[in-house]
């Protein structure tokens, strides 16, 4: 089955910095990567997600990249603030399957 | 629309005490998903309805956890008895068919065994 790890399990930067998470996985079979941010106590929210037929995706401050060859896939936050503060994990699935498999999360503290 | 909503938000139980969980996906969704995070792990996959059928049930860990979905809507998971390693989040996500793939997480039903 397919296997997620992700890298660092915890990040702290300054605010304004930017922040970089990392994620591999196992599955060449996996198409799509979501990234989920949860803050504490409440339920995790997709911030963004990228398909295999994609190098690279960005929404205002986040971007992800996908390398297919090298089963990698990583989240970038830049001019990163407070509230941005949360646990972020990444997933892979394989659409057709439906589950996800989760990284073990990162926990993202920007300091003010 | 409304989330996907789940209860209890936190239940407490003892060892050998049964639980039900219960989770109401985004209305319209035929896929609802069950997942747990322990320790503060990764969030772990159970299982996979489709409608009222079990698609995918490799995750659940072992048959004191029944998971049921009857009429295609709301679903529940009940732990019976529960044990020790049971302790988790215990998070719902719901899907809905067609060219999106995105899953809709509920708040998560925090269990303790004690």
């Known amino acids: 089955g397919e296997n997620v790890e992700q890298h660092p399990s915890t990040l702290s930067v300054q605010e304004g910095d930017s922040a970089v998470i990392k994620c591999t996985y196992s599955?060449?079979?996996?198409?799509?990567f979501p990234w989920y941010k949860q803050e504490l106590g409440k339920r995790p929210q997709l911030i963004i997600d990228i398909r295999s037929n994609v190098g690279e995706k960005k929404d205002q401050r986040i971007a992800v990249t996908l390398n297919k060859t090298a089963k990698h896939f990583s989240l970038h936050i830049t001019e990163t603030q407070p509230e941005d503060s949360a646990v972020y994990f990444c997933a892979a699935l394989y659409t057709n399957a439906g589950k996800s498999t989760f990284g073990d999360g990162t926990t993202l503290t920007v300091k003010p | 629309e409304a989330g996907v909503t789940q209860f209890p938000s936190h239940s407490v139980i003892e060892k050998g005490q049964t639980v039900t969980l219960r989770c109401d996906p985004i209305?319209?969704?035929?896929?609802l998903y069950w997942y747990r995070r322990v320790m503060g792990k990764e969030i772990k996959f159970l299982l996979h309805?489709?409608?009222?059928?079990?698609?995918?049930e490799s995750g659940m860990p072992n048959n004191r956890f029944l998971a049921e979905r009857t009429g295609g809507t709301y679903s529940t998971l009940k732990v019976q008895p529960a044990e020790l390693e049971d302790s988790g989040v215990y998070f719902c996500?719901?899907?809905?068919?067609?060219?999106?793939?995105?899953?809709?997480f509920g708040p998560g039903t925090r269990l303790t065994v004690l």
């Open positions: 209305s319209g969704h035929d896929n």
């Open positions: 309805f489709v409608k009222e059928s079990k698609q995918d």
């Open positions: 599955d060449s079979a996996s198409n799509y």
């Open positions: 996500a719901s899907r809905g068919l067609g060219s999106t793939d995105t899953q809709y």
